[in-house]
């Protein structure tokens, strides 16, 4: 007997921090039968110059998959100003917490204008971020938007593995820091 893909057809967005992290994301969702929409919403990416390598870079992957991309404003006062006061705050603390806040609320935004009813992050593939801090925050963030957080750790089954050979085989820029110009100090 076939199994039912219980997602048929239905669309997700997923917030896309780099092509890196979300290849295996975007496999992933596909093969669960969802019609993903990525969308490239980063602005605390610093300088300018990496934001756009990373830009390029999803723009690769995405149409390598064949999914839409939908590319947010780069706007590293927003980021700055949500940060305020922050910026003195370790790699993984408060400062990291509101900038996640920031990018998955915009994204539940998107998603509600679209008529989108769930959405994910691709941070959450990497070992260097807290699953359970950003799945917190993303179902808080959906409970605001009346709209479904998709609590998905695609670091399972050797998922950043697979992001790693994806990103590889499509020979995408590959950062060295997260993005912003108090983890790049580091």
Not at 28 to 34: A, E, I, P, V
Not at 87 to 110: I, M, W
Not at 143 to 165: I, M, P, V, W
Request: with cysteine; aromatic share 12%.
């Amino acid at each position: 007997m076939e199994k039912q893909n219980i997602h048929s057809s239905k669309k997700i967005l997923l917030h896309a921090c780099c092509a890196i992290c979300s290849g295996y994301p975007i496999s992933l969702l596909k093969d669960m039968g969802y019609s993903v929409v990525v969308y490239f919403y980063n602005p605390n990416i610093f300088p300018l110059e990496e934001y756009e390598k990373r830009l390029d870079a999803q723009k690769t992957l995405c149409s390598h998959f064949g999914c839409e991309l939908i590319i947010g404003d780069y706007e590293p006062e927003v980021y700055y100003d949500y940060v305020k006061g922050l910026e003195d705050e370790p790699e993984k603390g408060l400062r990291c917490d509101k900038c996640f806040e920031l990018r998955l609320k915009k994204s539940a935004e998107l998603a509600k204008n679209l008529g989108i009813e769930e959405f994910t992050t691709s941070m959450v593939i990497s070992p260097h971020k807290n699953y359970d801090k950003l799945t917190k925050i993303g179902q808080d963030i959906a409970k605001d938007y009346d709209l479904k957080y998709f609590a998905q750790n695609f670091r399972k089954q050797d998922g950043f593995l697979r992001t790693n050979q994806i990103s590889g085989s499509l020979n995408l820029y590959r950062q060295n820091y997260c993005g912003c110009k108090f983890a790049r100090k580091i």
